[in-house]
């Protein structure tokens, strides 16, 4: 607007009459000096991560709890308290009393339970849950446990024993119990906290949201994919396998099956050394020879590579129906009684005659969330499923007078208690591997409270009875504690090598109270004249 000089004294006349009325001058225009930095209190602040490693029988126990480092140190002290005091009953945890403030929060996939527990800046979950001793040595396993939760809050890999983790007592589980606190950036990729709670998901490589990525177990069977093969070499049977969003299994499909096609084994394993560009050699995994990550344009994915002896006894159709028609049931589909439930055939140059190939579109309802055995990460033949008669366990047997049925995990082939509940047994079957010496040392050290001696673990292997196991030659080892010990332990345990490499074996284990192990002795032997494999 153009303002004359008439206009302005107008103007500055109307100005002075409204001063003279009592109206005030303007404020001064103010200047702020804005910080670049926010406040402390609203700068993110990092993660903490409290856990425990409980060695029990032939399971290792995790208690563990990752949120905001205020709210998590807040229960630091009573979290600590409340493991080192855990009881077991059958082989779980007891968790009937909590402390104050504490409450049992609702079923998810993996878990044994979640504790609820209230502070005052968040509430936080307690995840409690359980995996299979694997057979190499403790320290090795807390390693890789510790390192993956290292890498979880963004901190690199640690070398000391344990990653840093230290001892820990609690007197109701083997010796070896291990206490892990640890500090990282909030909001690495891989943050256990609930996924993305009050953040933002971060991308993946391909920027492709997570949820677009690998199979999870509330994952719609109708939106999955599967792609397997089914890999006869000698002895064994390799299966190379993938399940995950459709998307991104799709373009997945044909370097998979290129890759197996073209394979190559060295003493009767398979090369993994060069991988296709987007593929990468992944961790370590129960049941597993290997895993390889890959990452597609849709997300990430995992391909298994696993193995089972193949059965002499059997068709290699029926071995091939079985197999493909569990994993149709996997996938929310009905059996098939088309040859190898509809699979068809593979060339691979390197391997045995029969190669298979399945290629799988999920369909009809979800995935059961509360059965880790219907998920992805199940291994070969854990379970069956012939669509004739339904389910067919990998074993079969005759339970012996007094057995009670014990509790099963997505590792245990089978599982029973026996004995009163002051002296009382467990008796298990699982499929795992290890070398023998390591495995006989460990469960010395089990029934001893620690280490033993070199010159023990050589006795026990001399001593240890042959026997034969569905067929197949197999060792028996009766490992007794000392007499002065309260309470004293024994373990009766027999090893039974299921592949030709000797990597994978049956394991059929008796561990508790010695009066009840040792009182058991003929059960344990009829049950394992009993035992048959279905693998």
């Not at 939760?149 to 963004?154: D, E, K, S, V, Y």
């Not at 996924?195 to 999870?216: K, M, V």
């Not at 593979?346 to 009809?364: E, F, I």
Request: charged share 25%; glycine share 10%; net charge neutral.
């Amino acid at each position: 607007m153009r303002i004359t000089c008439r206009n302005w004294s107008l103007m500055l006349l109307a100005c002075c009459v409204a001063n003279f009325g009592g109206c005030k001058r303007p404020d001064p225009v103010v200047t702020y000096t804005v910080p670049t930095k926010l406040p402390a209190k609203l700068v993110p602040g990092q993660d903490r991560m409290l856990a425990a490693m409980l060695p029990k029988g032939q399971e290792i126990w995790f208690f563990k709890v990752t949120g905001p480092e205020g709210a998590v140190d807040s229960i630091r002290s009573e979290f600590r308290s409340f493991v080192e005091g855990i009881e077991f009953e059958d082989g779980s945890p007891n968790l009937k009393d909590l402390p104050a403030g504490w409450r049992r929060g609702g079923k998810k996939p993996f878990r044994y339970a979640t504790l609820d527990v209230e502070t005052p800046d968040k509430q936080l979950g307690i995840s409690v849950s359980s995996l299979p001793l694997r057979e190499d040595s403790w320290d090795e396993q807390v390693q890789d446990n510790v390192n993956r939760w290292r890498g979880q809050l963004g901190l690199p890999k640690s070398e000391q024993k344990w990653a840093g983790g230290e001892a820990l007592t609690v007197k109701s589980a083997d010796p070896n119990s291990v206490w892990v606190d640890l500090v990282g950036e909030t909001g690495t990729n891989n943050s256990m906290s609930p996924p993305f709670a009050n953040r933002i998901a971060p991308p993946s490589p391909s920027g492709a949201p997570p949820s677009q990525a690998a199979s999870s177990p509330a994952m719609s069977a109708a939106d999955e994919r599967m792609l397997a093969a089914m890999v006869p070499k000698g002895s064994d049977v390799w299966f190379f396998k993938v399940k995950g969003a459709k998307a991104a299994v799709a373009s997945l499909a044909k370097t998979l099956r290129g890759f197996v096609e073209g394979v190559k084994f060295e003493q009767g394993m398979p090369v993994l050394d060069n991988l296709p560009s987007t593929w990468t050699r992944g961790g370590e995994r129960p049941f597993r020879h290997a895993t390889l990550d890959v990452s597609t344009p849709a997300g990430k994915l995992d391909i298994s590579v696993s193995k089972l002896v193949r059965q002499q006894d059997k068709p290699w159709s029926d071995q091939v129906d079985m197999n493909v028609n569990r994993w149709r049931g996997q996938m929310g589909m009905p059996p098939s009684a088309e040859q190898w439930a509809g699979a068809e055939p593979l060339s691979v140059a390197n391997a045995d005659d029969g190669s298979v190939w399945v290629d799988l579109s999920g369909g009809g309802g979800k995935i059961a969330e509360d059965n880790p055995k219907r998920s992805g990460t199940t291994p070969p033949l854990a379970s069956q499923e012939d669509g004739a008669d339904g389910k067919a366990d990998a074993v079969t047997y005759e339970a012996p007078a007094g057995w009670r049925n014990g509790r099963m995990s997505s590792m245990r082939l089978a599982a029973f208690n026996v004995g009163p509940e002051d002296k009382s047994a467990e008796i298990t079957v699982i499929p795992a591997g290890g070398d023998l010496r390591g495995n006989v040392a460990r469960w010395l050290g089990q029934v001893r409270d620690g280490k033993v001696p070199d010159e023990i673990v050589d006795q026990a292997l001399k001593d240890a009875l042959n026997v034969t196991v569905a067929g197949k030659p197999g060792k028996r080892f009766v490992l007794v504690g000392e007499k002065d010990t309260d309470p004293r332990m024994a373990i009766d345990a027999t090893i039974v090598p299921l592949g030709s490499d000797g990597t994978t074996s049956l394991f059929i284990k008796m561990f508790g109270a010695a009066e009840t192990v040792e009182g058991q002795a003929d059960a344990i032997d009829s049950f394992l004249k009993s035992l048959k494999l279905n693998l």
